[in-house]
């Protein structure tokens, strides 16, 4: 087997980005994806080899893996796509890592652990911003204080960029379902939905609302922490329509509805645009002792630069051999710092809790 990867979803938003800096990064993933008009005319553009497959072909998704040592897909939303080339590598003994962020494919990947431990595979779903960052902050903070019963993450863009396409599509597909938090170890639905907090991400408090991200599944995994509840700071004006999806939520059920308000939500980024592009993560452990400890981490543009960046991280140390077979989490297998290897991410320690 060659250490080298397949880039599914190459075409995508996300995946063009991923594959070019890919080769700024002097790697040369083999392109993949359905579209084969895009995903070839990326590949010419970059010299580099492509295949075309759809999901819903075993056979083809098989003979695309043959030579290759792990998988990144990058086609979402994930819960239609992810089964289908977990399949394949669990039955070629491929690598899988993707950009998900939803909870649903966090447990269905969890749960077949044991086969990928047998096939010596790893599983390693969320390797963008959703989840590495958090991820790696998480474990940093367990780090802090290892007797935390409470973990509370958030996080916040500062700059122009808008969202990338399929993860507006994503976040529309999933607005009708009841937002996750974790209690006593167990995934729950959050009593008080949009729930409301402040947080300071350096630049004074900033309001922020209950979200379901990836890391009330993985934190877990990563830390064992058993309460974990996520935040996204927003305008108020975006808090209070996040308030009103609530109310609405038995008409975002019917796919009519969320196709209507699927146009209104801005989407898509100029390079330059995430240039101008902050994000901000903060972080906060509590114990029963009345210990806390907060952390914050700073880097790029969170929806493809962070994303991009901290994807072909992950992807390098796999080819470098640096992986465990099973279900796994970016912090488990590659440490608290791994985040701060990427390049313009820095962390600090609070002393008092802001
Ligand atoms: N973890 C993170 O932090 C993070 C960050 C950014 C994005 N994401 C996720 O990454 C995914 C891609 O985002 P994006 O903005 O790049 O989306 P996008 O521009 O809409 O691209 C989607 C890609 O997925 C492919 N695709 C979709 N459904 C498919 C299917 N059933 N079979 C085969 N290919 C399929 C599309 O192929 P066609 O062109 O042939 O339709 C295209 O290549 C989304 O799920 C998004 O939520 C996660």
């Excluded at 790893?122 to 991820?135: K, S």
């Amino acid at each position: 087997m060659t250490a080298n990867f397949l880039l599914y979803g190459a075409n995508g938003f996300v995946g063009q980005a991923i594959a070019r800096l890919s080769v700024q990064q002097g790697l040369r993933p083999v392109l993949a994806g359905r579209n084969s008009g895009q995903v070839g005319a990326l590949a010419a553009d970059l010299g580099l080899e492509y295949r075309i497959f759809s999901l819903d072909d075993p056979p083809a998704i098989d003979r695309a893996l043959r030579d290759m040592s792990l998988v990144l897909h990058c086609a979402g939303p994930f819960i239609y796509t992810f089964k289908a080339m977990a399949d394949a590598c669990l039955r070629l003994g491929v690598h899988y890592l993707d950009l998900t962020g939803e909870i649903p494919v966090y447990t269905a990947l969890a749960a077949r652990d044991a086969e990928a431990q047998e096939r010596q595979v790893m599983l390693m779903p969320g390797v963008g911003f959703d989840v590495v960052p958090t991820d790696c902050l998480a474990a940093h903070l367990k780090l802090r204080l290892p007797a935390a019963t409470h973990l509370t993450l958030a996080f916040q863009t500062s700059g122009p960029t808008r969202l990338p396409p399929g993860t507006a599509r994503t976040m529309l597909g999933t607005l009708p379902n009841a937002t996750k938090v974790r209690r006593d170890g167990r995934l729950q639905d959050a009593q008080k939905e949009a729930k409301t907090r402040w947080f300071d991400f350096g630049r004074g408090p900033r309001q922020a609302v209950l979200l379901s991200w990836g890391d009330v599944f993985t934190a877990y995994y990563t830390t064992g922490i058993p309460n974990i509840e996520d935040y996204i700071a927003l305008p108020p004006v975006l808090i209070r329509l996040r308030r009103a999806a609530d109310r609405l939520r038995p008409a975002l059920k019917l796919p009519l509805v969320r196709k209507l308000i699927a146009p209104l939500i801005p989407t898509g980024s100029t390079p330059e645009q995430r240039a101008r592009t902050r994000t901000h993560v903060w972080g906060e452990v509590t114990d029963d002792q009345g210990g806390i400890a907060v952390s914050r981490l700073h880097g790029p543009e969170a929806g493809v630069d962070w994303t991009s960046l901290a994807a072909l991280g992950v992807v390098k140390k796999v080819l470098d051999g640096q992986f465990q077979p099973g279900f796994q989490t970016p912090a488990r297998v590659f440490g608290a710092d791994f985040v701060l290897e990427g390049e313009g991410v820095v962390r600090e320690d609070l002393d008092e809790p802001a």
